[in-house]
C-alpha cells in the first residue's frame, strides 16, 4: 500500500484519479474548495470518493507552502498533481491567479516532495502549451507558443518539473491533458454547457464558426495513463501528450450531442473568443512507447456515457 497525495482531488480529474486509488492506497486529497465553479458539485465529487473507500480530505491551499510541506510529509510515496486555476477564458481576464496557482503553487509542490523525498510527483499540464499550430498532430517537439495566461502558465510549471528533475533529481512527469470530457466534468466546458442547453432545449452560443477543431480525450483514459506512472520511471523528467488522437470540429461535437439526446435546440453563432485554441490534435505515440498509453474510448461512446450520467444527475437534481 502506498501513500499518494492528490492535489486538487475534490476537482473533476483528481476526485477521479482518488477514485480508483482508494481501495488499494492511502489516499489523502488537498483541496482548498475553489469558488471558480460550485463548491456543492466539489462536495458530490468528494462523496464519490468516499462511496468507493476511506481516505483524508484536506482543506487548503497549494499557494501556501507551509501547508504544502505540513500534508506532503517523508513518508507520502507519490504526488498528483491535478489543483490547478483552470479556464483559458478566466486567465484572459485575470492572468494573476492562474499564475499563483499554477505558477508558485507548482514550486511548492515540487519543493516540498523534493524536501520529503517523494518517490515521484505526476504534474497535470495541457495541450494549451502548443498554442500556434505550425503543424499537426501536436508531437512532443512542436513548438510551445501558447495563446492565453493559463497556456503560459501550464508551460512554466511544467518547466518547473523537468528542472526540478534534472537539477535535483526528483523524479516528475507532465501529462498534457487534451480537453478531458466524462462524468463529473468541470460545467464551464464546451461538452457539458452544449449537454446541457440540449436536453432542456435551449440556445446553443458557438464561440466562431464551429470549424474550430479539438482532440477529446475521455476521463478513463485520463486515469488509465496517471495509473501506469505509478510502475513507469522511464519518462522521467518528460512531457508527454495524452490524448484521444482524434479532432472533430465543434460543428461535428453538435452533430453527435443531437443525435444522442434529439434536441432541438438553436445554435446561435457569435464572436471568437480570444486565448481559445483554434486547433489542437495529440501524438500519443510518445505515451505509447513509454508509458503503454492507447486511448480506448472515441467520441461516439464517450459522448453516450457522459449525456446519459448528466441526465440521471438531473434527474436526481430535480
Ligand atoms: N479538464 C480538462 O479538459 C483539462 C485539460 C488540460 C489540463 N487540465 C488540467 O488538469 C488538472 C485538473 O483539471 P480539472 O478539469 O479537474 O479542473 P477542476 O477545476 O475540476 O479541478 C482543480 C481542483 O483544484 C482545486 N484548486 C484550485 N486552486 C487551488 C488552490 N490554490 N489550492 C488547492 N486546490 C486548488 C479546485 O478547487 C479544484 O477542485 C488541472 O491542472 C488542469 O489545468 C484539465
Known amino acids: 500500500m502506498a501513500k499518494i497525495v492528490i492535489t486538487g482531488g475534490a476537482g473533476f480529474i483528481g476526485s ?19 469558488g471558480y465553479y460550485s463548491p456543492s458539485l466539489k462536495q458530490r465529487n468528494l462523496d464519490s470518493i468516499s462511496a468507493k473507500g476511506d481516505y483524508t480530505f484536506i482543506n487548503g491551499d ?46 511548492n509542490v515540487l519543493q516540498s516532495s523534493l524536501d520529503a523525498g517523494v518517490n515521484r510527483v505526476i504534474n497535470a499540464s495541457s495541450s494549451s502549451v502548443y498554442g500556434k499550430v505550425e503543424y499537426l498532430p501536436f508531437d512532443e517537439k512542436h513548438p510551445t507558443q501558447p495563446v492565453s495566461p493559463y497556456g503560459v502558465s501550464k508551460l512554466a510549471a511544467e518547466h518547473y518539473c523537468r528542472v526540478f528533475n534534472e537539477v535535483y533529481d526528483l523524479s516528475t512527469v507532465s501529462l498534457r491533458y487534451f480537453t478531458v470530457y466524462g462524468p463529473r466534468m468541470r460545467p464551464d466546458l464546451a461538452i457539458s454547457i452544449f449537454t446541457d442547453r ?35 520511471s522511464n519518462a522521467d523528467g518528460c512531457a508527454m501528450n495524452i490524448g484521444g488522437g482524434n479532432r472533430i470540429t ?35 505515440g510518445f505515451a505509447r512507447e513509454h508509458i503503454g498509453y492507447v486511448p480506448e474510448i472515441d467520441i461516439e461512446n464517450g459522448l453516450k456515457k457522459f449525456v446519459e450520467w448528466y441526465t440521471k444527475s438531473l434527474q436526481h437534481l430535480s
Open 16 to 34: 477521479h484519479i482518488a477514485e480508483s486509488l482508494v481501495t488499494d492506497n492511502e489516499v489523502v486529497v488537498i483541496d482548498n474548495l475553489d
Open 62 to 107: 497549494i499557494t501556501d507552502l507551509k501547508f504544502v510541506r505540513s500534508v506532503i510529509s517523508s513518508d507520502v510515496d507519490y504526488v498528483y498533481h491535478e489543483a490547478a486555476q483552470a479556464g483559458v477564458r478566466i486567465s484572459v481576464e485575470d492572468p494573476f491567479k492562474p499564475n499563483d496557482v499554477n505558477v508558485v503553487g507548482t514550486l
Open 198 to 232: 440540449m436536453l432542456k432545449n435551449e440556445p446553443i452560443t458557438i464561440f466562431g464558426n464551429g470549424e474550430q477543431t479539438r482532440d477529446f480525450t475521455y476521463i478513463d483514459d485520463i486515469v488509465k495513463a496517471n495509473l501506469n506512472l505509478l510502475k513507469k
Open 250 to 284: 465543434v460543428n461535428e461535437l453538435l452533430t453527435y450531442l443531437r443525435k444522442i439526446t434529439g434536441s432541438m435546440s438553436e445554435v446561435i453563432y457569435s464572436d471568437q473568443q480570444k486565448g481559445d485554441a483554434e486547433h489542437t490534435l495529440a501524438d500519443t
